[in-house]
């Protein structure tokens, strides 16, 4: 038998010590199986990464490292958000781990996927999506929106894995791949289909949250959401070269209007000249606008240096010197 692969699972956690003791018994007797079953290392983690809590979390998480040899942490100066977090996890856990598994600290997602994903894994699929078959617990209004949202982001040409979140399992290679992503702006699902390599889904019900509230206020919902949509399209800024469009085709069709009212010979000294620019100016400036913010959309994409591809194999040879150029 060769040597077992190692797994670390990434935990984001804000104020979270009403879940944490909960959550360290149901993850921790995962892993514990996982190693008993001879799956996994005995090297393998949990690798809580405390995003700035100002409550008893990393407290705890040290208590917990101290009596679990499987424990493991890393704390934040402050409160950096939840991708954050789970981008810092992988990349400290990447250079540890052949697999690397993010799930939230509330057990809402349920933990017995976990083997799921790691038979995955273990069967050669580098991305293991976690994806939730029932929303029941979910409010009317949070089902809808999501519905909603993934329906306007597929129209805006974004892959997302429907009623998928930041649970999944990466493969080294692939959380690899992912760490080339070098933008500020961090929409992990939305990324991580962009690396490629094989993936697979596993399904699980989305369950309550185990204790305390939701990190996820309404407003900073929404404010996830628009990132989103600007970190990974441009239709926004081409939105306005539409309403351009609009405002200029408009301004024409008043403009033979206003002309022919003063042929009539019932209008004010002033008027025609008033309507008719407002209105053709108005439409020049958004065009012009549009323009602009074409360019502005071509920087931010550039800016963010995104790798041009990644290779996952590589079958053929060349002698040097042999290169012709195209
Ligand atoms: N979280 C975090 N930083 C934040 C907000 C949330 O690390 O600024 C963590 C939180 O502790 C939890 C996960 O991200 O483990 C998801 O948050 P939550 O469960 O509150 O979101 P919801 O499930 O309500 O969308
Ligand atoms: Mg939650």
């Known amino acids: 038998m060769g040597m077992l692969k190692t797994l670390t699972i990434v935990v984001p956690c804000y104020n979270e010590e009403e879940v944490l003791p909960e959550t360290v018994k149901e993850i921790g007797s995962i892993v514990e199986d996982l190693i008993s079953q001879a799956k996994i290392s005995s090297s393998s983690k949990i690798l809580f990464v405390n995003d700035g809590s100002r409550d008893r979390t990393w407290e705890l998480i040290s208590e917990y490292s101290e009596k679990y040899s499987y424990v493991t942490g890393i704390k934040f100066t402050r409160n950096y958000g939840h991708q954050n977090a789970l981008l810092a996890g992988m990349t400290v856990a990447v250079k540890y781990s052949d697999m690397i598994i993010t799930i939230d600290a509330d057990l809402q997602d349920d933990v017995n996927a976990i083997y799921q994903m790691v038979d995955k894994y273990l069967e050669g699929i580098d991305v293991v999506y976690g994806v939730r078959n029932s929303r029941d617990t979910d409010s009317f209004f949070k089902r809808r929106t999501a519905l909603a949202y993934y329906g306007l982001m597929k129209r805006l040409g974004v892959n997302l894995v429907p009623d998928s979140a930041d649970y999944r399992l990466l493969s080294k290679r692939a959380t690899e791949a992912l760490l080339q ?146």
């Open 181 to 326: 992503y070098k933008e500020r702006n961090l929409f992990l699902r939305g990324m991580v289909p962009l690396v490629g390599y094989p993936s697979a889904k596993v399904y699980y019900p989305r369950k309550e949250r185990f204790a305390g509230k939701s990190k996820y206020p309404l407003g900073k919902m929404l404010h996830f959401a628009f990132d989103g949509i600007s970190s990974f399209s441009i239709a926004p800024i081409q939105l306005i070269l539409i309403l351009g469009i609009l405002t200029t085709s408009i301004s024409i069709i008043m403009m033979v209007y206003v002309l022919i009212e003063k042929m009539i010979g019932h209008v004010l000294t002033g008027w025609s000249s008033l309507m008719i620019s407002i209105w053709l100016l108005g439409g020049i400036q958004l065009i012009s606008v549009s323009v602009i913010g074409e360019y502005v959309g071509k920087i931010f994409t550039e800016v963010k240096n995104r790798p041009r591809y990644n290779i996952e194999m590589e079958n053929f040879t060349y002698k040097m010197g042999d290169v012709k150029k195209p």
